[in-house]
């Protein structure tokens, strides 16, 4: 069953999220990244190639000739279809469709308070749905 992790109190979620994928990938994993709208697609898209002065994290937009062969695959609608279902991360508001199709989700969730009542209604569905759910705060 897909294990869902939700991080809270991000103060920024572009960079958290490039920071979970240089960790997913330095430790073999394959993630998807769910923007809620193709201008943060893009922000992710640009920020991945700045993470670190010597990380390199190959990474494709969904759809593009590229995605079939890469590890980090960038999005903003999830009814595309993805080499791969290891993670998910999601930055949206909302539970996409089809977390079950991955091993794992990282529910971002960002310190003002629109972002984190969405985050707490989140958390609700997926423990109504009996997703196993694990909470961590940062710092």
Known sequence: MTRVDFHTNIADKVSYACRL???????GGKLVLLAPDAGLAA???????????????????????????????????MDAAFPHHDMLVNLTRSQPEGVERFQ????????????????????????QQAFPLTHFVAA
């Open 21 to 27: 994928a240089r960790k997913a990938y330095g430790a």
């Open 43 to 77: 922000q992710l898209d640009a920020a991945l190639w700045t993470v670190g002065e010597t990380d390199f994290l190959p990474h494709a937009m969904a759809g593009s000739a590229l995605a079939a062969r890469s590890a980090i695959i960038v999005t903003d609608r």
């Open 104 to 127: 794992r989700v990282f529910e971002i969730v960002a310190r003002d308070e629109d972002d984190a009542a969405a985050g707490r209604q989140r958390y609700v569905a997926y423990k």
